[in-house]
């Protein structure tokens, strides 16, 4: 699963996750003004940095909401 962090690397301006964050393939995360200035290129593995997809909330979030249900209609 794709980390999403909240903050670029270079910077660290915040990033929502529904915010615009370019990434690596080590997933190295950049704000949009940083990417340009960077020339999207990662200055940490000199990997292209992409558009990050979008969340509009976080899947282990979900996740362990329905696993604490699950849990508490099994166990007494």
Do not use: H, W
């Amino acid at each position: 699963m794709l980390k999403m962090k909240a903050t670029c690397e270079r910077c660290s301006a915040q990033l929502g996750l529904a915010d615009e964050a370019f990434i690596c393939s080590y997933e190295c995360t950049f704000c949009p003004e940083c990417t340009e200035a960077l020339r999207r290129q990662c200055p940490n593995c000199q990997g292209n940095l992409v558009l990050r997809p979008l969340r509009r909330s976080s899947p282990t979030a979900v996740a362990k909401s329905g696993f604490k249900a699950k849990l508490e209609t099994i166990l007494p």
